[in-house]
């Protein structure tokens, strides 16, 4: 098989996510620890999914700033690696102490929170007046938006940490697909959370499930890359990537191609209407890549466990540049503009050029971040293993006469 000559079999300690990537937690007190230093305004962008589109395209809409400030933080009582997410003038995240929290995205203050019986990794999805969000006491969630109050749920055969996403559907409904580490996708009717269907695959699914029409197309911990039909829940393509090329991170979708990385040292895109080989692989000797991608017009960017964030033609797979930092770099980068944004397992957040690759801005937070940021009205969101959520106002440059 020609995909196995980039997949190694010495992965042991990249292989543990796939057997279990949580998190310890540690103590505290909730609420915000930081005097907000925003002024209150009209919040005219939104984040509500993981990676702001279905089609997981890692990029937000807007420019950035070239320079932030701390706005706020909110302390929970573990550790946040759940990914934020934005839907009006609320962030909504989850916390290594059990708990989704709603937060106003301004202010920092809680407007909520909804407690499970385990610890919540993964990010949150908002649709519809709805948050719906996994946790590793097996079951998912949804909640009202605005007051918390759970709708209904649903219990899969084992723990959730990718994010759920979402379909609309020809008859006007809309549907929630969501992996599970009891090796099954599963799709519900998103106002009753009556199960459509599931599809079985080899092992854990890890990652979130990226849509485009009526596909949804994940790896998983079985090292195969999954294409299933939404409306019936059967499959309609498939590929094995090769010994060890285990997929536990979230693949993105554009113009009918697939880019994600895998266990077996390589970022890959795959045509899905050619799918014996890839269109092009962009491979790492010794490391890993477990963050999703950001997708721009002309260049793929993403983050890998050799502590670097990568960056490479769409095109070709070409190197463009590569941006290094001290530690593993799990979490997704957010484009926006002419920027991205991306934490490293350093304890950095980061701002670079997109195009250049050079640091713009970057903030020491002190501890591993492998939450994934929002970017909403300007701000930049992001959890860290301090057991805070922190949020980044734009510094205005000061005009001159």
């Known amino acids: 098989m020609p995909w196995s000559r980039i997949c190694f079999a010495a992965l042991l300690s990249a292989l543990s996510i796939c057997a279990d990537s949580r998190a310890q937690t540690n103590s505290g007190q909730d609420g915000p620890t930081v005097t907000p230093t925003v002024t209150p305004k009209k919040t005219t962008t939104g984040w509500p999914s993981y990676r702001g589109n279905p089609a997981m395209h890692g990029v937000a809409p807007g420019k950035l700033a070239d320079k932030f400030k701390l706005a706020w933080s909110f302390k929970t009582d573990g550790a946040v690696l759940s990914s934020p997410v934005v839907a009006g003038d609320t962030v909504y995240f989850g916390s290594g102490d059990q708990s989704i929290y709603a937060v106003h995205l301004l202010t920092g203050t809680k407007k909520w929170s909804f407690k499970t019986d385990d610890m919540i990794d993964a990010p949150p999805l908002v649709v519809d007046g709805r948050v719906y969000i996994g946790s590793s006491d097996f079951f998912l969630y949804a909640l ?59 092992n854990y699914i890890n990652g979130t499930p990226a849509i485009l029409g009526d596909y949804a197309v994940f790896g998983g911990c079985d090292a195969v890359l999954h294409v299933v039909s939404i409306t019936t829940g059967k499959k309609v393509k498939e590929v094995e990537l090769g010994a060890d090329c285990h997929v536990a991170g979230s693949v993105a979708l554009a113009k009918n191609r697939v880019y994600f990385g895998h266990y077996g040292n390589a970022f890959i895109c795959v045509d899905l209407d050619d799918m014996k080989k890839p269109t092009w692989v962009y491979p790492n000797n010794r490391h890993a890549f477990f963050s999703s991608p950001a997708i721009l017009e002309d260049r793929v960017v993403f983050g890998g466990r050799d502590k670097k964030l990568h960056c490479v033609s769409r095109k070709l797979g070409k190197p463009l540049w590569t941006f290094p930092t001290k530690r593993k770099i799990d979490g997704s980068p957010v484009a926006c503009g002419d920027k991205v944004v991306f934490g490293s397992g350093d304890g950095r957040l980061y701002v670079l050029d997109v195009k250049t690759g050079k640091e713009v801005w970057k903030y020491e937070i002190g501890r591993p971040i492998f939450s994934s940021p929002a970017i909403a009205n300007g701000m930049i969101l992001i959890g860290s293993n301090d057991d805070h959520l922190y949020a980044f106002s734009p510094v205005r440059a000061k005009k001159t006469n």
Request: aromatic letters at 12%.
């Open 144 to 202: 009202n938006a605005k007051t918390g109050k759970l709708e209904w749920k649903f219990e899969t055969g084992d723990t959730i940490l990718g994010a759920a996403n979402y379909a609309r559907m020809k008859d006007g409904t809309t549907r929630i697909i969501v992996g599970s580490y009891d090796s099954n996708l599963h799709c519900f009717e998103a106002k009753t959370g009556k199960k459509l269907w599931s599809y079985e695959t080899g």
